[in-house]
């Protein structure tokens, strides 16, 4: 299958600051990535919808404001969790699709740490 | 998407031969059943689909049954390795399709 990327594995931030984490498709071209986050002993939630080239769709309840989504080229896509607060903890899994396919091949996932 | 129904966990002893069940009696005509794995701390990894017909790879063996409101995941001589959740997910076809995860099945097997 597809390999997929995610930078930081990784990240304790401080209360109130912003972080970037990056997802790449390693050897095939993504024109869709999804975002999702799980909490501990919790399910998969989608966050949201990236396209190649256009504005992220975000599922309900999901702050686009706070949780920005770049997705610039078809191999790199970036989730940005602005102001960051304690309850934003959690681990955070993109996955790409590729045309043609029918499954989705997930990131190995960055987990965040808020202080 | 239909909504997928799974035991909360499971054992199996090393080497023989684990079947997970899923229940997707609502499952629509054209919706396929999907099964990913998560390892601890890991991202979902794919493992099989299939639409009407029994499916077969490397790691599992997917049997769907003839009114398609059930399924069983065979993963034929289990391994610690195999240790993960294991999530049953129905979605129609087409990769930009997004997968609605349930809350699985926790597979434990024992050595």
């Known amino acids: 299958g597809a390999v997929v990327s995610q930078h930081p594995s990784r990240v304790i931030c401080k209360s109130g600051t912003s972080v970037k984490i990056e997802c790449r498709s390693l050897d095939f071209q993504a024109t869709t990535m999804f975002w999702y986050r799980q909490f501990p002993k919790k399910s998969l939630m989608l966050m949201a919808t990236?396209?190649?080239?256009?504005?992220?769709?975000?599922e309900q309840g999901v702050e686009k404001d706070k949780f920005l989504i770049n997705h610039a080229s078809l191999t790199l896509s970036t989730l940005t969790v602005t102001s960051a607060h304690p309850e934003d903890s959690s681990f955070y899994i993109c996955?790409?699709?590729?045309?043609?396919?029918?499954?989705?091949?997930f990131g190995p996932g960055t987990r965040l740490t808020v202080l | 998407d239909a909504k997928t129904t799974q035991p909360t966990s499971m054992d199996c002893a090393e080497g023989r031969a684990a079947n997970l069940p899923c229940n997707h009696s609502t499952i629509s005509g054209n919706e396929y059943v999907y099964w990913y794995r998560q390892i601890h701390s890991q991202g979902p990894q794919y493992i099989i689909h299939?639409?009407?017909n029994n499916e077969t790879n490397e790691m599992a063996s997917l049997i769907i049954t003839e009114d398609r409101k059930s399924s069983t995941l065979i993963l034929p001589h289990a391994t610690l390795r195999d240790t993960a959740v294991y999530y049953c997910?129905?979605?129609?076809?087409?990769?930009?399709?997004?997968?609605?995860f349930g809350q699985g099945t926790r597979l434990t097997i024992n050595p």
């Open positions: 996955s790409e699709v590729l045309a043609g396919r029918n499954e989705q091949f």
């Open positions: 299939g639409l009407k």
């Open positions: 997910i129905v979605r129609v076809a087409g990769g930009a399709q997004k997968l609605v």
């Open positions: 990236s396209n190649e080239g256009s504005k992220a769709t975000y």
